[in-house]
């Protein structure tokens, strides 16, 4: 009898085995479907970082193309108060006086219109390019 039970002893000791070798072996499945589960989370984490990357690009441009065409406004704005300024000094009369005043309310004016389509269009890029880079990275 002692014998039965020495070798019952050992079969339940090598099915003891075999089952925490069952549960090692479920421990690192789950433990390797989880690092999957993490490396799919980063990866995708990191195509939306860069998808926005692209969106603050293009906001960044519109911007800087919205600020140069208030400098260009600016700057011939000025140009044409100078140049106004110069045929007041040589004016002989009160029509000529006139004549380089509605010149210059001309000028400024169609400068402004120049300036104001050029912000409008950067104005316009800016509201459709961020959603178009976001559109792209979540399509790809």
């Known amino acids: 009898m ?4 020495k070798a019952q002893h050992a079969q339940e000791q090598i099915e003891k085995e075999r089952g925490n070798g069952a549960a090692r072996r479920r421990t690192e ?9 993490i ?8 195509a939306r970082a860069d998808g926005a990357r692209p969106s603050g690009s293009a906001l960044a441009d519109g911007a800087q193309e919205i600020t140069a065409a ?3 406004y600016a700057e011939e704005v000025m140009r044409h ?3 106004a300024s110069q045929a007041l000094l040589r004016a002989q009369n009160f029509t000529e006086i006139l004549e380089v005043q509605a010149n210059l309310l001309c000028k400024n004016m169609q400068t402004f219109m120049e300036q104001s389509a050029r912000m409008a269009d950067a104005a316009n890029r800016m509201g459709t390019r961020p959603f178009e880079a976001l ?6």
């Open 81 to 83: 108060i100078s140049e």
């Open 135 to 140: 559109r792209q990275t979540s399509d790809g």
């Open 29 to 37: 499945r789950v433990a390797e479907v989880g690092r999957e589960g």
């Open 39 to 46: 490396r799919q989370a980063a990866t995708a984490s990191k």
């Open 2 to 5: 002692a014998a039965s039970s």
């Open 70 to 72: 208030w400098a260009r």
